[in-house]
């Protein structure tokens, strides 16, 4: 198995709590509150621990509030290279109603000082030594400017091991401009960091061309309970899920790049990854905790998925990390 490094620029306590129906502007009385430590790259460490990958974690993390976290990484076995700042981590509200509808409200995260930015880019060589991939997942705090993060992402791309990023919005657009070797954005995240309407697949596989020729080589769009579509550098693949009750849809996306990850880096033929990473990403959505509880469930659904080349894309196996 692997070393991988997630990095988590603004992590979160995720506080969900359940509820029969959200009425906005009335009294609303929840079921039951959980409270997690959270944000994208720690989700998908998670997953990939449960993977039997090792996992180091490094980003921003509240010097007042880091219990949470601290026994997360602690029961997980994860190596903790967080950089701890004034203040606290921010906490993000996920109202979940029976039917499976999520309603997210992300706080803005940290403000972090050029200080604390300068310590975790003169960290980056000694923390990606030795590591076999490096995933960086999330939004950004304050104080992380645009350019700062281009700078990181191209301090990594330097450095040997292959770069996975999933963000949104300008920082989304920003890294694309560095060509990570893996993306996953959301279909609305990509139309909107590449300002062009993604309506129809064809839109879709067009953009996906124009990414790919700046040298990002595999590009997965995850579009809800319709699946994804992957654009990987000599074969484009569809999956579609099988029907699951969806508890939560929180972490899905995290769960689906960690399962990419996995098959890529185990060097599986595409339909393989493909099939397990639609299945932890299915799996996910019916539970609110980030991980594999279910070992057996995942290869029931693992089969359930349907997967098939995109019309008209070569199926290659030519998934090889370079
Ligand atoms: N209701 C659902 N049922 C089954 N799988 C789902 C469901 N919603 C999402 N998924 C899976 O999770 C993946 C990521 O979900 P998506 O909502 O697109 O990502 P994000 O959380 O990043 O916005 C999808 O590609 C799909 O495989
Ligand atoms: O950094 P952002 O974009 O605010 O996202 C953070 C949120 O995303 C999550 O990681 C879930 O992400 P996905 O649903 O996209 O997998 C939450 O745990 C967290 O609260």
């Not at 990181?152 to 070797?181: E, F, I, R, Y």
């Not at 309506?199 to 990414?211: E, H, I, T, Y």
Request: charged share 15%; aromatic share 4%; glycine share 8%.
């Amino acid at each position: 198995m692997a070393r991988i490094l997630t990095i988590t620029l603004n992590p979160a306590l995720d506080l969900t709590v359940r509820l029969p129906v959200l009425c906005p502007g009335e009294v609303n009385r929840g079921e039951a509150l959980y409270v997690q430590a959270a944000g994208k790259g720690l989700n998908v460490a998670q997953v990939l621990a449960d993977l039997g990958h090792e996992l180091s974690v490094t980003g921003f993390l509240g010097a007042d509030n880091p219990q949470d976290f601290e026994t997360l990484f602690a029961a997980r076995g994860f190596h903790d290279a967080f950089v701890r700042v004034p203040g606290q981590t921010r906490s993000n509200f996920k109202l979940a109603e029976s039917d499976g509808r999520v309603t997210d409200i992300n706080g803005p995260g940290l403000d972090v000082s050029s200080a604390a930015l300068d310590m975790l880019l003169a960290k980056i060589p000694q923390l990606v030594a030795g590591q076999e991939a490096v995933v960086v997942a999330g939004s950004l705090p304050r104080g992380v400017t645009l350019d700062w993060f281009v700078e990181l992402l191209t301090q990594l791309k330097q450095q040997d091991a292959p770069l996975v990023l999933d963000t949104s919005g300008a920082a989304l657009h920003a890294g694309l401009q560095v060509a990570p070797w893996l993306v996953k954005p959301n279909l609305a995240e990509l139309a909107e960091a590449c300002a062009v309407p993604l309506a129809s697949p064809a839109q879709l596989a067009v953009q996906a061309q124009c990414l790919q020729a700046m040298g990002i080589a595999h590009l997965v769009v995850s579009q809800g309970a319709e699946g994804l579509c992957w654009f990987a550098p000599d074969a484009h693949w569809q999956a579609r899920p099988p029907p699951v009750e969806v508890v939560s849809t929180v972490g899905a996306g995290d769960s689906l790049l960690a399962g990419m990850l996995h098959g890529l880096l185990q060097g599986w033929p595409a339909e393989r990854t493909l099939r397990l990473a639609t299945a932890v990403a299915a799996q996910s959505v019916g539970q609110l905790a980030f991980g594999i509880p279910d070992a057996a469930q995942l290869a029931r659904l693992a089969e359930r998925v349907e997967a098939r080349p995109l019309a008209g894309a070569s199926t290659t196996d030519n998934n090889k990390i370079s």
